[in-house]
């Protein structure tokens, strides 16, 4: 990650780090942001509110980062549509948390760590590699192997759903998915919000990334997978355009064309 300690004075290091650390946090939780947009995937006719579907997004990079095969984000989208609409809740059944309501009595983390979407997705990914033939067993019953609900039969219905969107987020093209808000005036400065964004990016993705002025490039080699997922954080991430391969995403406009080349994908920050 392109870095701006190189031309910082030493004696304000440490309170720009502060500072970023404090972003990154609002970013990532456990609190999550109060998201009013919305997102649809292209010919399936699904709707999801701006929280669920960085929800998904976060899911999806996870798997995607260990190397995991498709049917495992399916299963893990399917678990958590079932567990919480794919929301960060901050309750549920006894101590049960978070998208996939893991339980810290039970040995799954703290109610921090359980509420951290990156942490409890891994640890469902954890678990399912641990289920015997989980590849090829019903999506129900690899998931219930994990999960242990009252519900065994419950995750199976949330398999076409998990499918469209784990086929969107995968998808090496654009306009799979698209989202739509009203941005709102940013609060920090640029510089650290940038800084901010590129850590999330890094640990969602386990893309590298290069700080701009008010942008985030990202490996091209991370390509339309990684232009999804930011679209889909669009507002979480406080971005007024994602642009890739000759299309670009705005809030207002959804996907255009443009003359984005083949380079980095490119965040742009809401100023």
């Given at each position: 990650m392109g870095s701006w300690r190189s031309w910082l004075p030493l004696g304000l290091v440490g309170l720009v780090i502060l500072g970023v650390v404090a972003l990154v946090r609002s970013i990532e939780g456990p609190e999550p942001l109060a998201l009013t947009g919305s997102c649809t995937v292209a010919g399936t006719g699904l709707t999801l509110t701006a929280e669920q579907a960085s929800s998904a997004a976060t899911i999806a990079a996870v798997g995607r980062a260990r190397a995991l095969p498709e049917r495992a984000v399916v299963i893990a989208l399917a678990t958590a549509q079932q567990e919480s609409t794919m929301r960060n809740l901050d309750y549920g059944d006894r101590d049960s948390l978070g998208l996939f309501q893991q339980r810290p009595s039970q040995g799954w983390g703290t109610p921090e760590q359980v509420r951290d979407p990156v942490y409890s997705a891994g640890k469902f990914y954890d678990g399912l590699v641990r289920?015997?033939?989980?590849?090829?067993?019903?999506?129900?019953?690899?998931?219930?192997?994990?999960?242990?609900?009252?519900?065994?039969?419950?995750?199976?219905?949330?398999?076409?759903?998990?499918?469209?969107?784990?086929?969107?987020?995968?998808?090496?093209?654009?306009?799979?998915?698209?989202?739509?808000?009203?941005?709102?005036?940013?609060?920090?400065?640029?510089?650290?919000?940038?800084?901010?964004?590129?850590?999330?990016?890094?640990?969602?993705?386990?893309?590298?990334t290069t700080e701009r002025f008010g942008a985030v490039e990202v490996d091209p080699a991370a390509g339309w997978p990684a232009a999804t997922w930011a679209v889909a954080q669009a507002e979480r991430l406080g971005l007024r355009s994602v642009s890739f391969a000759g299309s670009e995403w705005t809030p207002a406009g959804g996907w255009v064309p443009s003359d984005a080349g083949p380079g980095a994908v490119r965040l742009e920050l809401a100023r």
């Open positions: 289920v015997r033939n989980w590849e090829s067993v019903r999506l129900t019953d690899a998931a219930q192997r994990v999960q242990r609900s009252g519900f065994p039969e419950a995750y199976q219905k949330h398999e076409p759903l998990a499918q469209q969107l784990s086929a969107a987020f995968s998808a090496p093209e654009p306009n799979r998915l698209t989202c739509s808000y009203e941005p709102t005036a940013p609060g920090g400065r640029l510089s650290q919000r940038t800084t901010a964004v590129a850590a999330v990016v890094e640990r969602e993705l386990g893309a590298t």
